[in-house]
DNA sequence: CAGGCATATGAATCAGAAATCATATAGTGT
DNA sequence: ACACTATATGATTTCTGATTCATATGCCTG
């Protein structure tokens, strides 16, 4: 990936959806599709879309079973990166915005 | 920030201009407003904005001299995040579509 | 091979964030 | 106080990516 194109990574992180399905993979281990339609109250198609998304860059895998697909988190790159960005907020981002949205005042 | 808003904090590294402010501080130490619209060729008010957001949750800070006011990138965690996804991408993305925006196949 | 799941795909629409543009604020020197 | 520069802000428009919905594909079982 030449170096102008990390916003291109960075916005795999940048959707609640994602987020959720990764947390689930990272909880559950792995997980078909419905499963995580179901864990998250979510439309099938709504995720199979994200996960194309993730399996993309590799942040997630699959691998198929019969008639389902399950996925599982790549944890040796994944994990170390939610661990780095849990300290940042939380030394930096005590009471930063980013959960107000209303404005960016 | 609750684990839910993690999108949040990505989402400021998902835009090719906020990444190109992050390398041009990364690489110059500290520039004010008008030194980063020059290097970048782009509008001030447009590059303000984005500071603003980089700002927000540190990523970036700043301090006034006078009339100007310089920013430099928040070193201790923004660095190893950024390793961080080179290593990733070096291992997972080689010849992933990252670039290729056309479509996701 | 037919019927039924599980999942993927494509096209159209929708939503939200970025760019734009006009204007405001704030510091500086006279 | 005035003119000037640097930067910030707000409102509007523009774009891009996410959602939606209809449909296709693929596997499995009788």
Known sequence: ???????????LFATPLRI???KQ??????MNVTQ???ALGEEQSKVSHNLKRLLMCNI??????GNFRYYELNKDT???LLQLID?????????????RR???V
């Open 87 to 99: 300290r940042h907020v939380e030394t930096w981002c005590k009471e930063c915005q980013l959960e």
């Open 36 to 38: 995580i339609c179901q």
């Open 102 to 104: 209303r404005k960016w």
């Open 25 to 30: 993979l990272k909880d559950n281990g792995s």
């Open 1 to 11: 990936m030449p170096e102008n194109h990390y916003h291109r990574f960075f916005e």
């Open 78 to 80: 994944i994990l170390p």
């Open 60 to 65: 997630v895998r699959v691998n198929q079973r």
């Open 20 to 22: 959720e399905i990764i």
